[in-house]
Nanobody, 125 residues
């Protein structure tokens, strides 16, 4: 089970830190990806961290602004989001990839078999 938290309303230029609490998984190694879906748009991959080797991955649109991290002791993955823009407004989801492939393209989303319910992020001007 994955549960996201930390969303909210923030002004442009501000920051938020999202959390993804992971529980109930039987996999020893996996990756957690962060995704978002804005109204009227397809869900897009943002970032991923592998629990296996700690490697992190980002799409170009968030590189330098978003940072993913993992606290394995707490079974929690974070997404620190800085310099937020109105176009970052979306529902943000985390998902588990049991193969630790960390694909972030649209076709890779089928690799993520467990999804949270999402947390809303709204960035105002």
């Amino acid at each position: 089970q994955l549960v996201e938290s930390g969303g909210g309303l923030v002004q442009a230029g501000g920051s938020l830190r999202l959390s993804c609490a992971v529980s109930g998984t039987t996999f020893d190694t996996y990756a957690i990806g962060w995704f978002r879906q804005a109204p009227g748009k397809e869900r897009e991959g943002l970032s991923c961290v592998s629990r296996t080797d700690g490697n992190t991955y980002y799409v170009d649109s968030v590189k330098g602004r978003f940072t993913i991290s993992s606290d394995n002791a707490r079974n929690t993955v974070y997404l620190q989001m800085n310099s937020l823009k109105p176009e970052d407004t979306a529902v943000y989801y985390c998902a588990l990839d049991s193969q630790s492939l960390c694909g972030l393209d649209r076709e890779d989303q089928v690799l993520y078999y467990d999804w949270g319910r999402g947390t809303q992020v709204t960035v105002t001007t």
